[in-house]
């Protein structure tokens, strides 16, 4: 099945600067790849998400980029602010999969005011 | 709208013991999910229900079974709980149908611990 792993584990970055999270994923089949924010004590949040069909896409601070052939796509959070310090995992798998995907361990990022 | 609300919120049980946890949502949702999520360990699917009628396994089904009760409701149950399934569990819903990926709504979660 899908294996999905993201670096760095944890993240520190200062307000302002940028933080970008990157995942690998193993199965060349998957084309769905979302992106979910979890708030200390809260619950997962869908952030951004995007198909194997496009490259790039951004919505306004957050942008995803997706590498097919290294099997690898990342999560880019631009002029960080506090309310960006949460714990983000990606996931990856079909898009005609009913939701079976396969979710990274997370990445705490933390933004140093 | 509430969206996804789960019951309880915290419990404790004891080795052996069984409990069924509630999962409802408001948004007219076929499809709905449980997850487990343990420290370092991400988000788990244990079960999932594609439709009103329907359930699946998900990747970590041993020791749970679900229920969905009708298009709202899907709920767990434990039947003899043991200390590896003290966890957060999630329910959540999708609105994106014909077995589609889609934004999944979670529920503000469960914690359980079996000693």
């Known amino acids: 099945g899908e294996n999905v792993e993201q670096h760095p584990s944890t993240l520190s970055v200062q307000e302002g600067d940028s933080a970008v999270i990157k995942c690998t994923y193993s199965?060349?089949?998957?084309?769905?790849f979302p992106w979910y924010k979890q708030e200390l004590g809260k619950r997962p949040q869908l952030i951004i998400d995007i198909r194997s069909n496009v490259g790039e896409k951004k919505d306004q601070r957050i942008a995803v980029t997706l590498n097919k052939t290294a099997k690898h796509f990342s999560l880019h959070i631009t002029e960080t602010q506090p309310e960006d310090s949460a714990v983000y995992f990606c996931?990856?798998?079909?898009?005609?999969?009913?939701?079976?995907?396969?979710f990274g361990k997370g990445n705490q990022v933390v933004v140093i005011p | 709208n509430a969206g996804v609300t789960q019951t309880p919120k915290f419990q404790v049980l004891k080795t052996g013991q069984s409990m069924t946890l509630q999962c409802a949502q408001d948004?007219?949702?076929?499809?709905m999910y449980w997850y487990r999520q343990d420290p370092g360990m991400g988000l788990r699917l244990i079960y999932y229900?594609?439709?009103?009628?329907?359930?699946d396994k998900g990747e970590v089904p041993n020791g749970y079974n679900v229920s969905r009760l009708n298009k709202r409701e899907f709920s767990l149950r434990l039947e003899s709980a043991a200390p590896s399934q003290t966890s957060v569990y999630f329910c959540a819903s999708t609105g994106a149908s014909g077995g589609v990926s889609g934004e999944l709504f979670f529920g503000e979660g469960s914690r359980l611990t079996v000693l």
């Open positions: 948004m007219n949702h076929n499809s």
């Open positions: 229900s594609a439709s009103e009628g329907t359930t």
């Open positions: 996931a990856a798998g079909p898009y005609y999969g009913n939701n079976r995907l396969a």
């Open positions: 199965d060349s089949a998957s084309n769905y």
